[in-house]
Nanobody, 116 residues
Framework: QVQLVESGGTLVQPGGSLRLSCVTS????????MRWYRQAPGNERELVAT????????NYAASVKGRFTISRDNAKSTVYLQMNSLKPEDTAVYYC?????????WGQGTQVTVSS
């Protein structure tokens, strides 16, 4: 059974940092590219960042470039999103995603709220 379980979302003040984790199981993690998406209320789901199966980060959204870092640990079947200098507009549900050719898996999401 494929599982992607995100964690680390919480309420944080502007300028703060958070690290999201997505622990996976049920598929060959090291063969999949991993992505983080986010969706704010009333908005479409937005691609935040991608990391290739070999660990190369790609495709940061312009709004997060220089502030967010995606990484992965294939030994732990886990992908991370380090988020620094958080802004209120980063408030959203953050989802991890695994993709390999036509296989696509999603987690259930974790809420990040940036507010004073």
């Amino acid at each position: 059974q494929v599982q992607l379980v995100e964690s680390g979302g919480t309420l944080v003040q502007p300028g703060g940092s958070l690290r999201l984790s997505c622990v996976t199981s049920g598929f060959t993690f090291s063969s999949y590219a991993m992505r983080w998406y986010r969706q704010a209320p009333g908005n479409e789901r937005e691609l935040v960042a991608t990391v290739t199966s070999s660990g190369v980060p790609l495709n940061y959204a312009a709004s997060v470039k220089g502030r967010f870092t995606i990484s992965r640990d294939n030994a732990k079947s886990t992908v991370y999103l380090q988020m620094n200098s958080l802004k209120p507009e980063d408030t959203a549900v953050y989802y991890c995603n695994a993709v390999r050719q036509r296989d696509v898996y999603w987690g259930q999401g974790t809420q990040v709220t940036v507010s004073s």
